[in-house]
């Protein structure tokens, strides 16, 4: 069983920073993916970063130059550091995983981000 847990959510100013992080049950080394999703109220969820063993990261053009995604390979997490944030950026931010060994895709339950003055 994979488990996927997120944190760091919160309420910060237009502006502002914010990491969130997602500890995985199982070593970053088996996954052959990971990435961050977000869902926005009455949005569908979409794409934010992703790593991935065939082509990288990616992110979506709308947090280019605002979000980095990073994975600490001794800690079996991922994080995702998100600088000048816009209150667009508001949602619930999910972390994703694909398992190398049966290739599922695991979700952690969210963590919610409100940018808001």
């Known amino acids: 069983q994979v488990q996927l847990v997120e944190s760091g959510g919160g309420l910060v100013q237009p502006g502002g920073s914010l990491r969130l992080s997602c500890a995985a049950s199982?070593?970053?080394?088996?996954?052959?993916?990971m990435g961050w999703y977000r869902q926005a109220p009455g949005k569908e969820r979409e794409l934010v970063a992703r790593?991935?063993?065939?082509?990288?990261?990616n992110f979506a053009d709308s947090v280019k130059g605002r979000f980095t995604i990073s994975r600490d390979n001794f800690k079996n997490t991922m994080y995702l550091q998100m600088n000048s944030l816009k209150p667009e950026d508001t949602a619930v931010y999910y972390c994703?995983?694909?398992?190398?060994?049966?290739?599922?895709?695991?979700w952690g339950k969210g963590t919610l981000v409100t940018v808001s003055s």
């Open positions: 790593i991935t063993d065939d082509t990288g990261t």
């Open positions: 994703n995983a694909k398992y190398r060994s049966n290739g599922m895709d695991y």
């Open positions: 199982r070593s970053i080394f088996s996954f052959n993916a």
